[in-house]
């Protein structure tokens, strides 16, 4: 398959307009967003961007659609119906979805290929949820006798906010769970990264989902906090940075809107001393690759004994410079390109950041021989890092890994620890016990033994800035959920 090909296999319908209130609308603006392919640097697709106006209208549509429209009052197993119909749905574009991922993001093309089959398998786990989740529960009240049912309703309006890294994966975790709830939503896609979402509405279209129900926008950083700032809205379930993060949180804190965030990452690998360093080096190099680096969740800090630092660095150096940075349809490719060019430019200042302050370059750090075009770098590990470092300390959001000393494993805990972030990491060692122990001290929000494990079925989310509530399985449906408690002065039926 070339990058032609797989290109040539997207068809959207309607690049030029926007999915409001069930129909193909034409944004009031003239503005256009080009997509960038990051293999060749030229143009993808161009689609419609939406402006204030255009936010307006589709809140406003969401907004109808909850407040006088039958889904918030649907029982929970016909919205399951809708649930399943747009899993199959996705299903169905799967090839086209694939590609899309490939061509915006330069994701290895077979490990895209799946993407869509993981998709309605997220959507069928949540239609599953709607006969084993107790949305209404009987309980006696400790005083005055009768009964009380705590019920829990959806939140309301959701706008939900993609980042450009993993657009199918992370829309559907916000999708399902929402639509399960009782919410309409209005989508906002990422203008580098919206396929995704223009296949989400013609889906929603195709199986006729009620009108208003869901509704996407494309749209710049402008016209986005404009939606935030809509009082329609509800909920915010985000994902991307952490100072957008914060900006978000701050704009809804004046009105108490409720949100989800799942945040920034510099996770930490904390190798134990029983750990053959090979086999560590294989373990967290093969997810170095997972979307060039471009993954929140990444474990970027591995923190090894001090006495045996020089043997993981020639483990690490070794694996990694083995790695190919190529084309991503290539089955001999490790990684693909980085997504943009400003991402390019940003880990390139990392890299050179890093040498500046101290580290020790031990295998990448450039641009792949022969890869003039496209935005492309070696995967990238720095030795003798200390954990103050810049390296260390902020989020890269590319192949680039830290290989940091300690004294101790009550040192390398510490170090962990000392982070803003606290989204994910790992425990290496063939002691589980001490994996447990280890883990039980690490300040985030998932931690693995000896691999980089992530799973659609369990909470994933982060302490500290890296975030706030969960996505995954039932923990991902609460937060479109508000608790309701109704005394009664006697059963009912």
Not at 23 to 40: E, L, Q, R
Not at 65 to 86: K, T, V
Not at 137 to 142: A, M
Not at 237 to 260: D, H, N, Q, V
């Amino acid at each position: 398959m070339t990058i032609a090909a797989g290109l040539a296999s997207i068809k959207i319908a309607h690049p030029d307009r926007l999915f409001i209130g069930g129909a193909w609308v034409a944004p009031t603006g003239s503005d256009k967003i080009d997509v960038i392919s990051p293999m060749t640097e030229e143009r993808v697709l161009t689609v419609a961007a939406a402006n204030e106006a255009d936010m307006d209208r589709a809140v406003a549509a969401a907004r109808q659609a909850f407040d006088h429209g039958p889904w918030p009052n649907m029982q929970p197993s016909e919205r399951a119906f809708w649930l399943r119909r747009f899993g199959e749905g996705l299903a169905a574009r799967g090839i086209e979805l694939g590609h899309a991922w490939t061509n915006q993001m330069g994701v290895l093309h077979r490990m895209a290929q799946g993407a869509a089959g993981r998709a309605k398998e997220s959507f069928d786990m949540y239609a599953n949820m709607a006969t084993t989740f107790l949305f209404e529960d009987v309980r006696l009240p400790s005083i005055g006798g009768g009964q009380a049912l705590v019920l829990r309703e959806p939140v309301g309006v959701v706008a939900a906010i993609v980042p450009w890294n993993s657009p199918l994966s992370l829309g559907t975790a916000k999708l399902a769970p929402a639509l399960l709830a009782g919410c309409t939503i209005v989508y906002k896609a990422s203008p580098e990264a919206p396929i995704e979402a223009y296949i989400f509405a013609e889906v929603a279209d195709a199986i006729g989902l009620p009108a208003g129900v869901f509704n996407m926008v494309t749209a710049d950083r402008a016209a986005s906090e404009h939606l935030i700032r809509n009082p329609g809205i509800d909920k915010v379930s985000f994902t991307g940075s952490s100072a957008a993060g914060r900006r978000i949180a701050s704009l809804l804190g004046e009105r108490m809107a409720r949100f989800t965030m799942e945040l920034g990452g510099k996770s930490a690998a904390i190798v134990l001393d029983d750990m053959d360093a090979g086999t560590v080096a294989a373990n967290l190099t093969a997810s170095l690759c997972t979307m060039s680096g471009q993954v929140c969740a990444a474990l970027t800090r591995i923190i090894v004994p001090s006495h045996r630092h020089e043997e993981f660095a020639d483990a690490f150096g070794a694996a990694v410079g083995a790695l190919r940075a190529g084309d991503p349809y290539d089955l001999s490719s490790h990684l693909g390109p980085l997504a943009m060019k400003r991402q390019l430019e940003r880990v390139e200042g990392y890299i050179e950041n890093g040498k500046a302050e101290g580290a020790k370059l031990i295998a990448g750090g450039k641009r792949p021989t022969g890869l003039n075009r496209g935005y492309y770098i070696e995967p990238t590990v720095f030795a003798g890092v200390s954990n103050s470092m810049t390296i260390a300390q902020e989020e890269i959001f590319g192949p680039v890994l830290c290989l940091i000393p300690a004294a101790s494993e009550a040192a390398a805990i510490s170090m962990a620890n000392d982070s803003i972030f606290g989204l994910n990491g790992a425990v290496m060692t063939r002691d589980t016990e001490r994996a447990l122990a280890v883990a039980r001290q690490m300040h985030t929000g998932t931690v693995a033994q000896n691999h980089f494990r992530l799973d659609k079925t369990l909470p994933f989310g982060g302490f500290k800035q890296s975030g706030v509530g969960r996505e995954g399985g039932v923990d991902g449906l609460l937060p479109y959920l508000e608790t309701k408690t109704v005394f009664l002065d006697r059963a009912v039926a």
